[in-house]
């Protein structure tokens, strides 16, 4: 069966190519411009298909006023439903009550169970991380929320030091900075990326949420964006090494804009990027009808259960 690997940049959009606002333009990324044929992940280089990644922008404003925002934009990723437009506005960062519940009624990771897949969140969360959810201190953001509300667990401290799970510098680096964060691997960003291929091996649909790139977004701070950036290109180097990239698919997507345009504070309107790395009648098959956010839980589905199902 085919498997996927979904990369989630959080707060990463399509934006002009200009090296004043656009660490995109700035940054060296190599294996991005690899898989592009030389163009940067910049909204001039959209539509794209080469011979390994096709490169489409989404909606994420998807017919509501006002900026998109976390929650809802990232409930609408995994259930395929248009949250914002059923709220009537964007929300975030946290789900609200209306986005929890539509996320308990079903979600994609919920919907690849039913139909006999596994799903796995690669992120590990630190003791005090679960402490602070028991005792209502801390609230989920959509992606673990939906883990949890299907039925799979959170990733801890053990699995980083088995190798199953990973910080979200990707390193272990910042982990070990922090003061009572129990012991965890170091890597460097293309031994990150290895790792994190092999850990792909047991799960049908994997996931790993990059929110860092949004978090430096709201700094506009140039020079850490470039520095993020720079690692999530060798990473992603590193990864493709240990993947069947001529059997599985990559996606690369996010879920607002951000970091693309450091001039303002908050999040953009601008289409978000969808990079499908991988056999490119699959990719054809995931981009089919792939407009907005609400599309992309349809398309794991139909390249999980239709297309990438043994024959």
Same mark, same amino acid.
């Given at each position: 069966?085919?498997?996927?690997?979904?990369?989630?940049?959080?707060?990463?959009?399509?934006?002009?190519?200009?090296?004043?606002?656009?660490?995109?333009?700035?940054?060296?990324?190599?294996?991005?411009?690899?898989?592009?044929?030389?163009?940067?992940?910049?909204?001039?280089?959209?539509?794209?298909?080469?011979?390994?990644?096709?490169?489409?922008?989404?909606?994420?404003?998807?017919?509501?006023?006002?900026?998109?925002?976390?929650?809802?934009?990232?409930?609408?990723? /995994? $259930?395929?439903?248009?949250?914002? %437009?059923?709220?009537?506005?964007?929300?975030?960062?946290?789900?609200? #009550? =209306? *986005?929890?519940?539509?996320?308990?009624?079903?979600?994609?990771?919920?919907?690849?169970?039913?139909?006999?897949?596994?799903?796995?969140?690669?992120?590990?969360?630190?003791?005090?991380?679960?402490?602070?959810?028991?005792?209502?201190?801390?609230?989920?953001?959509?992606?673990?929320?939906?883990?949890?509300?299907?039925?799979?667990?959170?990733?801890?401290?053990?699995?980083?030091?088995?190798?199953?799970?990973?910080?979200?510098?990707?390193?272990?680096?910042?982990?070990?900075?922090?003061?009572?964060?129990?012991?965890?691997?170091?890597?460097?960003?293309?031994?990150?990326?290895?790792?994190?291929?092999?850990?792909?091996?047991?799960?049908? /649909? $994997?996931?790993?949420?990059?929110? %860092?790139?949004?978090?430096?977004?709201?700094?506009?701070?140039?020079? #850490? =964006? *470039?520095?993020?950036?720079?690692?999530?290109?060798?990473?992603?180097?590193?990864?493709?090494?240990?993947?069947?990239?001529?059997?599985?698919?990559?996606?690369?997507?996010?879920?607002?804009?951000?970091?693309?345009?450091?001039?303002?504070?908050?999040?953009?309107?601008?289409?978000?990027?969808?990079?499908?790395?991988?056999?490119?009648?699959?990719?054809?098959?995931?981009?089919?009808?792939?407009?907005?956010?609400?599309?992309?839980?349809?398309?794991?589905?139909?390249?999980?259960?239709?297309?990438?199902?043994?024959?």
């Amino acid at each position: 069966m085919t498997r996927i690997f979904t990369l989630f940049l959080d707060g990463v959009g399509l934006g002009e190519d200009d090296p004043q606002r656009n660490p995109f333009s700035n940054a060296h990324l190599p294996q991005l411009l690899a898989l592009l044929d030389g163009r940067r992940l910049v909204a001039e280089s959209v539509p794209t298909e080469t011979e390994t990644a096709t490169l489409l922008g989404l909606d994420a404003c998807m017919g509501v006023d006002g900026m998109p925002q976390s929650a809802s934009c990232q409930a609408t990723l /995994l $259930t395929g439903r248009n949250v914002a %437009l059923e709220l009537g506005a964007h929300y975030g960062p946290k789900p609200n #009550q =209306a *986005i929890r519940d539509i996320i308990h009624a079903d979600n994609l990771f919920a919907m690849v169970k039913r139909k006999g897949g596994s799903v796995s969140l690669l992120n590990g969360y630190p003791p005090g991380y679960f402490e602070a959810i028991q005792r209502g201190r801390r609230l989920y953001s959509a992606i673990p929320l939906s883990i949890v509300s299907a039925g799979f667990r959170l990733q801890t401290a053990e699995d980083m030091q088995a190798g199953r799970a990973f910080s979200a510098d990707f390193t272990g680096q910042g982990w070990a900075e922090r003061v009572g964060f129990p012991p965890a691997p170091i890597y460097s960003p293309v031994e990150a990326g290895r790792h994190m291929a092999l850990a792909c091996r047991h799960s049908d /649909l $994997t996931w790993f949420d990059y929110w %860092l790139t949004d978090y430096v977004g709201h700094k506009q701070a140039m020079d #850490q =964006a *470039i520095s993020l950036l720079e690692t999530l290109d060798a990473v992603l180097d590193g990864f493709l090494e240990n993947w069947r990239i001529d059997e599985d698919l990559v996606v690369l997507i996010s879920d607002h804009g951000n970091v693309e345009d450091l001039r303002p504070r908050g999040h953009t309107r601008n289409p978000v990027p969808c990079l499908l790395i991988g056999p490119l009648h699959l990719r054809r098959v995931f981009a089919h009808e792939l407009h907005d956010l609400s599309g992309y839980a349809p398309a794991v589905l139909r390249v999980l259960f239709e297309e990438g199902r043994p024959s």
